[in-house]
């Protein structure tokens, strides 16, 4: 199997200073995914033909393709299989923010990353 032994390791730098940390990696997660799956959509035979006939628009084209109309993550997609359209929603309605905050104490709200 190519890339056998293979375990890469990456990390989400994020800076917290405007937003919620736990809210800002919800996001990142949902482009991490995006990122690592709409390649494996892209129908490689005839973008490899493209290439080697140093046709560029038409290896942008295949490429676009796949990027553009693939439906899988797409939010509609997402609320089909019973999940919300816009993630931030239900873990917003939830009140973990909330209950988490009172349960370490009064804090400064710098302190938990939001200014």
């Known amino acids: 199997m190519k890339g056998a032994g293979l375990h890469p390791?990456?990390?989400?730098?994020?800076?917290?200073?405007?937003?919620?940390?736990?809210?800002?990696?919800?996001m990142s997660a949902v482009e991490v995914e995006r990122a690592y799956v709409r390649p494996t959509w892209v129908n490689r035979d005839p973008l490899t033909e493209a290439q080697e006939l140093c046709d560029p628009l038409m290896a942008l084209a295949i490429l676009k393709t796949a990027f553009t109309t693939c439906r899988r993550f797409s939010p509609l997609a997402r609320a089909a299989r019973g999940g919300s359209i816009i993630p931030l929603r239900p873990y917003r309605a939830s009140g973990y923010r909330r209950r988490k905050s009172e349960s370490v104490g009064n804090q400064r709200a710098a302190a938990s990353g939001i200014v």
């Open 9 to 26: 390791a990456y990390m989400l730098d994020q800076s917290h200073n405007v937003t919620d940390p736990i809210e800002s990696l919800m």
